[in-house]
Nanobody, 120 residues
């Protein structure tokens, strides 16, 4: 079993910052890409940022220049630093990881989600 646990969400005023963390644990041989998705009420889940094992990042246009994805491979943990937050960033943020467990095939795992609310 593989578990992803997110933390760091909360309520912040527009212009503020939050840092999300996603810690992976369990039967892990390797983790390829890790990503952050978000889903606002009534909207589809969308990719916010992703980071490969080597540290290459990809961002949604709406967050470029404001959000920074990073990871600590030794800790199997990914981070999302969110600056200059806007009310439209309000959503449940989910962590995703492409994990190869020991003696099993690679697959995607998801965290439980953490709420981010940005007030105007």
């Amino acid at each position: 079993q593989v578990q992803l646990v997110e933390s760091g969400g909360g309520l912040v005023q527009a212009g503020g910052s939050l840092r999300l963390s996603c810690a992976a644990s369990g039967n892990i041989f390797s983790i390829n890409s890790m990503g952050w998705y978000r889903q606002a009420p009534g909207k589809q889940r969308e990719l916010v940022a992703s980071i490969t094992l080597g540290g290459s990042t990809n961002y949604a246009d709406s967050v470029k220049g404001r959000f920074t994805a990073s990871r600590d491979n030794a800790k199997n943990t990914a981070y999302l630093q969110m600056n200059s937050l806007k009310p439209e960033d309000t959503a449940v943020y989910y962590c995703n990881a492409e994990v190869t467990p020991w003696l099993a095939g690679r697959r995607d795992y998801w965290g439980q989600g953490t709420q981010v609310t940005v007030s105007s």
